[in-house]
């Protein structure tokens, strides 16, 4: 009986949890697994046959000591798009093909965890969060309508008083009804979808409200193929993201929002370890000229009761990257161009 086919190398190279790219003798990127593609926001098919520089500037040192590993950790990157990183990054030569290096890329934020595995450090971020401001969100209303009770008591305007009672306990029920939503798990139902008449909607929506006095600027892919989304999800994505991107814009300088669609040859991501990768072609980014997000809360922006903020309650992004999931998707955030701009990246599967 014969034993069974072990898997080829480059099955194991995609399946590395760890970003990885191969730079031959010149320079140029000969191979970059999965991981490297999602850190990066490239395909392999863009990377391979540039020179380093122009994908991912690195620092002298990294190639300065022929046949001895190079290793940083927690170093400040910006790739040639100008997305800013921040990695741990250890690159070597191979031995049998001089010149040749592997490189490896690491989220830094992630190996800062000093031994708490990366999913604790979050439950126990959103734990915090949940108690802070559901502690701040409950008090206030709770303050009002225990007034209001002693001034009815006292016999003082007890209409008025009741009115204040009512709309404080709607306004509990209204902070509730958010965080309902996120323990809602059943899948959503997906379909083709034609994602112009959407963003139409969006942006008529958001110029007659919240970005009235913003201009919204459009950058469309006409031939974008429809994507597999769930039409209330993704709108409710996509006003999110633009009620993000215009108080983001705050009330002075330019205020510009940028729609933006293209399709992303080559975008895949491993669904599980295992089974096989799911492209994910179908790209919309809502870009603002805002300042982005304080560095210090940057890596977990998507993490509930995150935010930057003092009003925010840290559930907008949240929810935004629950819906992009549950729809077989994911969502970036990033800092990219020159100047920066705040981009949120949203990659969807095209439909068959």
């Known amino acids: 009986m014969l034993a069974p086919r072990g898997p080829e190398p480059s099955e194991l190279l995609s399946a590395l949890p760890v970003a990885l790219m191969v730079v031959d003798a010149g320079g140029r990127v000969a191979q970059a697994n999965a991981e490297c593609e999602l850190l990066l926001n490239q395909s392999e098919r863009a990377m391979r046959g540039r020179m380093i520089g122009d994908v ?6 990294a190639g300065a000591q022929k046949g001895r590993a190079f290793t940083a950790f927690d170093l400040a990157l910006e790739t040639a798009r100008g997305q800013r990183l921040r990695v741990d990054l250890a690159a070597i030569e191979l031995p049998e093909h001089p010149g040749w290096r592997v ?23 959103s734990a915090v969060g949940a108690a802070a401001m559901l502690a701040h969100e409950i008090k206030n209303p709770l303050s009002s309508i225990r007034g209001a009770a002693q001034l009815i008591a006292d016999g003082v305007d007890a209409q008025t008083m009741t009115k204040l009672v009512i709309d404080e306990v709607d306004r509990i029920t209204a902070l509730i009804d958010r965080m309902e939503d996120f323990t809602d798990t059943r899948p959503l139902a997906v379909e083709p979808l034609n994602i112009y008449p959407l963003l139409a909607r969006v942006r008529d929506a958001a110029l007659a409200g919240f970005a009235r006095e913003i201009t919204i600027e459009e950058r469309f892919d006409p031939s974008l193929p429809p994507a597999m989304a769930n039409r209330d999800a993704l709108l409710q994505v996509l006003i999110n993201l633009m ?18 669609t293209s ?32 560095e210090d809360i940057a890596e977990h922006l998507f993490d509930p009761f995150v935010s930057s903020r003092p009003e925010g309650k840290g559930l907008g992004l949240a929810l935004v990257d629950k819906l992009v999931r549950d729809m077989g998707g994911m969502v970036q955030y990033s800092r990219e161009g020159t100047p920066n701009e705040t981009v949120f990246r949203i990659l969807l599967p095209r439909a068959e």
Do not use: F, W
């Open 103 to 125: 490189i490896t890329l690491h989220n830094a934020a992630s190996s800062r965890r000093l031994g708490v595995s990366a999913d604790r450090a979050a439950a126990a971020r």
């Open 263 to 294: 399709y992303r040859h080559g975008m895949s991501v491993a669904a599980a370890p295992g089974r096989p990768r799911r492209p994910l072609p179908i790209e919309i980014c809502v870009v603002d000229s805002g300042p982005g997000a304080p």
């Open 243 to 260: 009620k993000n991107a215009a108080t983001a814009l705050g009330q002075r300088g330019e205020r510009r929002i940028t729609l933006t």
């Open 56 to 61: 991912l500037p690195l620092p002298d040192e």
